[in-house]
Every structure is written in structure tokens, then in C-alpha cells.
């Protein structure tokens, strides 16, 4: 009887921070595919950015700013949050860079310029994924960590709660406007 006394609370704390532990897994595994896919969005930057310079000279500060910021991304390692950050400014920079594209109709009509372009708005879908399915793993830990009796065991193990990732795409797919007035 002593036995069985002292065995239930010691298999319930192991349950307990197995499923902490498998929660941790998950986050850091989603966000490797986060990771992949923010990479896949940095190897298309140079591409447009150069088709872009190659119409909009003049916009080479803007330019050379989205450049020099992906080059800082791709080398980040940090956590989650200080990437959700720094990702933020990027895509604002991004931004502006498609911001430029649409003052150039020449630009707009390039078949390059076209194909990165939806490139990107498909990388941004996938980014977008990625984070949808990483921040349900985050949500899920948080629930752990903090509802009893698992936020005891996390306390007990220094189980920490991870941050959310939120970054707007840099580009969405635009829906095209229908014109239903007469010929």
C-alpha cells in the first residue's frame, strides 16, 4: 500500500514533464520550419531586389537596405521573439521595395519580376503556415506550464513559456477586381 502511495505521485510528475518535454519538442521542431521557410524568403530577396535596381536605379538606397537586411536575418540565430522583430522590419523594408515596383508599369509587366513575385507570395503563404503551426505548439506548452497540476512540475524544472511568433507577410496575393459594369 506504502508502495503504491509513492508510486502514483512519482509516475504522475514523469507523465507530467514528458508532456513538457514533448510540447518543447514540437515548438522547437515548428519552428525549424518556420526557419526554412524565412531562408526560402531570403534566397528571393537578392533576385528581386536586383530586377527591381535593374528598372528603379535611383531607389538604391531602399534597395541596398532590404539587402543589408537580409543579410543580418539570414545570419540570426536568436530566439524567437528578437527574430519576430527584426523579421518585422524586413518585411516593412520589403514592402516598400513592392511599393516601388508598382510606380513602374515597364517593372510590372517583366515576366522575372512576375514570377519572383508570385514566388514570394507563395513563400509567404508557407511562412504563414509555418507560424499558424508554431504558435499552436507555443499555445499548447503555455497551457501545460501554466494549468495545475503540470505548472508545478514546470516550475519544479524551470520550464519556461515561449513567446509567439507574429510577422505579417511581406506580400499577399492580390484578388482580382471585377468589373461588372457594361461594355
Not at 90 to 109: D, F
Not at 119 to 124: A, I, S
Not at 157 to 171: H, L, Q
Request: with cysteine.
Amino acid at each position: 500500500m506504502i508502495a503504491v502511495v509513492l508510486f502514483v505521485p512519482i509516475l504522475l510528475l514523469i507523465v507530467q514533464f514528458n508532456s513538457l518535454v514533448s510540447l518543447r519538442n514540437y515548438i522547437r521542431d515548428a519552428w525549424a520550419n518556420i526557419d526554412t521557410e524565412l531562408k526560402r524568403r531570403y534566397d528571393l530577396i537578392p533576385n528581386l531586389v536586383a530586377t527591381v535596381k535593374g528598372y528603379a536605379a535611383h531607389e538604391r538606397q531602399v534597395l541596398e537596405r532590404v539587402i543589408e537586411l537580409r543579410n543580418q536575418r539570414l545570419a540570426n540565430t536568436g530566439s524567437s521573439a528578437a527574430q519576430q522583430v527584426q523579421e518585422q522590419e524586413l518585411v516593412e523594408n520589403l514592402k516598400q521595395v513592392l511599393v516601388i515596383a508598382e510606380n513602374y508599369p515597364q517593372l510590372k509587366a517583366d515576366q522575372q519580376f512576375l514570377k519572383l513575385q508570385q514566388e514570394l507570395v507563395n513563400t509567404e503563404d508557407r511562412i504563414q503556415a509555418a507560424r499558424r503551426f508554431y504558435n499552436g505548439n507555443v499555445r499548447d506548452y503555455r497551457n501545460k506550464c501554466e494549468t495545475f497540476p503540470s505548472n508545478m512540475v514546470a516550475n519544479l524544472f524551470g520550464f519556461r513559456p515561449e513567446e509567439y511568433f507574429n510577422v505579417e507577410p511581406a506580400i499577399r496575393e492580390t484578388v482580382p477586381k471585377a468589373d461588372f459594369s457594361p461594355p
